[in-house]
Nanobody, 128 residues
Framework: QVQLVESGGGSVQIGGSLTLSCVAS????????MGWFRQAPGKEREPVAS????????YYADSVKGRFTISQDNAKITLYLQMNNLKPDDSAIYYC?????????????????????WGQGTQVTVSS
């Protein structure tokens, strides 16, 4: 069973930093891509950043470029999102997602990947 477990969320002041982690397990072989998405109250889920497993190419939403960095460990088991200079608009539930090469019915296309498997999310709150 595919499992994606996020951690690292919390409350931070404007301009602060947080690092989110996502531990992946339960699927054979490698994912094609991993990503972070977020959803604020009353808004649609939106992509934040993604990384292609082969080659390591990264993609970012315009709103986070220059402030957020997506990375993975060498074993490609843990995904990270380093978030700096946080703003109130960054407040949301952040979800880790994986493209395993098959649709699940809960699919979101971003940067050439189809993200079909999702974690439960971790809350990030940025306040003054």
């Amino acid at each position: 069973q595919v499992q994606l477990v996020e951690s690292g969320g919390g409350s931070v002041q404007i301009g602060g930093s947080l690092t989110l982690s996502c531990v992946a397990s339960g699927y054979p072989g490698s994912a094609r891509a991993m990503g972070w998405f977020r959803q604020a109250p009353g808004k649609e889920r939106e992509p934040v950043a993604s990384i292609m497993i082969k080659g390591g190419r990264t993609y970012y939403a315009d709103s986070v470029k220059g402030r957020f960095t997506i990375s993975q460990d060498n074993a490609k088991i843990t995904l990270y999102l380093q978030m700096n200079n946080l703003k109130p608009d960054d407040s949301a539930i952040y979800y880790c997602a994986a493209d395993l090469g098959a649709a699940s019915g809960r699919d979101y296309g971003f940067a050439g990947a189809l993200f079909s498997y999702w974690g439960q999310g971790t809350q990030v709150t940025v306040s003054s």
